[in-house]
């Protein structure tokens, strides 16, 4: 944006933008606590973990 000074001199200012931040909205009736999930199936492959983990 250009401006002009009381001098009558010409200067860009380049508009400053503000980041809001705003919490996400959360139901009332969400769970308080992380899901635990299902217990692994079976058919389902298990990570193999290198020794000393």
Do not use: C, F, R, W
């Not at 200012?13 to 308080?32: L, M, Q, R």
């Amino acid at each position: 944006m250009e401006v002009t000074t009381p001098e009558g001199k010409t200067v860009i200012v380049e508009d400053d933008y503000e980041t809001i931040v705003v919490p996400p909205a959360v139901s009332e009736d969400a769970p308080k606590a992380p899901h635990k999930g299902e217990p692994p199936s079976p058919n389902q492959p298990q990570p193999v973990y290198p020794d000393g983990l």
